[in-house]
């Protein structure tokens, strides 16, 4: 008789990636892609490595009329391997009194707060038919009005790098642990690979971080250099919402 001896680490499930690539603009268009060449890369990798992304739209983007920017989006969204996700609708910043005013910091109040959600919410519907899920706040900023103000947002569903230690928030907050990028738009293969090999590697997922427009060839490369390492590894690609699936399925 042949007995199959399982491990500890054969038994565990594959561990889950969420790419969480921020900043998705109509600003920078070229001839075969309304979002840009750089986003088109990313696509193309999706594509490719038969992988999971997600985009996350700063929702001005939205209210200017730009119909081949908006079925791009679309198409994308109905092959169901890339979601979309509500990245605020300005991603701006100012000062005043010394103090940094965000969409969602200590200096937005949360009737201000809901009406940037609710705003960015009804673009995305009435432009492109689609119900966003998820949130990833700019500058991954919130306050408690944050959470207030989400709790009014019954469609969104799952918070990319929300608090740790939530208040009153009953979504799914997903956190961050290991960083693709060692620098804001600068993937390193070296340093996310000792990250990931030192405190990582033993998460049920790890939601990664990067900012597509600001990669030149030479940090694409070290996006996929990472992406393939991950593959080899084993691991799983999902979008958030597939995520949130996956454990409700478990429960």
Same mark, same amino acid.
């Given at each position: 008789?042949?007995?199959?001896?399982?491990?500890?680490?054969?038994?565990?499930?594959?561990?889950?990636?969420? =790419?969480?690539?921020?900043?998705?603009?109509?600003?920078?268009?070229?001839?075969?892609?309304?979002?840009?060449?750089? &986003?088109?890369?990313?696509?193309?990798?999706?594509?490719?490595?038969?992988?999971?992304?997600?985009?996350?739209?700063? =929702?001005?983007?939205?209210?200017?009329?730009?119909?081949?920017?908006?079925? &791009?989006?679309?198409?994308?969204?109905?092959?169901?391997?890339?979601?979309?996700?509500?990245?605020?609708?300005?991603?701006?910043?100012?000062?005043?009194?010394?103090?940094?005013? *965000?969409?969602?910091?200590?200096?937005?109040?949360?009737?201000? *707060?809901?009406?940037?959600?609710?705003?960015?919410?009804?673009?995305?519907?009435?432009?492109?038919?689609?119900?966003?899920?998820?949130?990833?706040?700019?500058?991954?900023?919130?306050?408690?009005?944050?959470?207030?103000?989400?709790?009014?947002?019954?469609?969104?569903?799952?918070?990319?790098?929300?608090?740790?230690?939530?208040?009153?928030?009953?979504?799914?907050?997903?956190?961050?642990?290991?960083?693709?990028?060692?620098?804001?738009?600068?993937?390193?293969?070296?340093?996310?690979?000792?990250?990931?090999?030192?405190?990582?590697?033993?998460?049920?997922?790890?939601?990664? *971080?990067?900012?597509?427009?600001?990669?030149?060839?030479?940090?694409?490369?070290?996006?996929?250099?990472?992406?393939?390492?991950?593959?080899?590894?084993?691991?799983?690609?999902?979008?958030?919402?597939?995520?949130?699936?996956?454990?409700? *399925?478990?429960?």
């Amino acid at each position: 008789m042949n007995f199959v001896v399982f491990s500890e680490e054969a038994a565990k499930k594959p561990q889950v990636i969420i =790419l969480k690539l921020d900043d998705l603009t109509a600003k920078f268009p070229s001839k075969d892609c309304p979002a840009g060449p750089r &986003w088109k890369k990313v696509v193309d990798t999706v594509e490719k490595k038969k992988i999971k992304a997600s985009f996350g739209i700063i =929702l001005n983007s939205l209210e200017k009329d730009n119909q081949p920017y908006f079925d &791009w989006i679309k198409d994308l969204n109905t092959k169901g391997n890339i979601e979309f996700w509500n990245h605020g609708m300005t991603h701006g910043e100012k000062t005043e009194n010394g103090n940094k005013i *965000q969409e969602f910091n200590k200096g937005s109040s949360y009737e201000e *707060q809901k009406a940037t959600l609710e705003k960015g919410q009804k673009l995305a519907k009435d432009k492109l038919g689609i119900t966003l899920a998820t949130l990833g706040t700019p500058f991954n900023s919130s306050s408690g009005d944050t959470e207030k103000a989400l709790e009014d947002i019954p469609d969104i569903k799952i918070w990319l790098y929300g608090p740790g230690k939530p208040k009153i928030s009953k979504k799914l907050i997903l956190e961050r642990s290991v960083n693709l990028e060692a620098s804001v738009g600068n993937p390193d293969f070296d340093k996310f690979k000792e990250a990931y090999e030192s405190k990582g590697k033993t998460k049920e997922y790890i939601v990664l *971080q990067g900012h597509p427009p600001a990669w030149d060839d030479r940090k694409y490369e070290n996006f996929e250099k990472i992406v393939d390492y991950l593959i080899e590894k084993g691991c799983i690609f999902m979008t958030p919402s597939e995520y949130l699936a996956s454990k409700s *399925q478990n429960k």
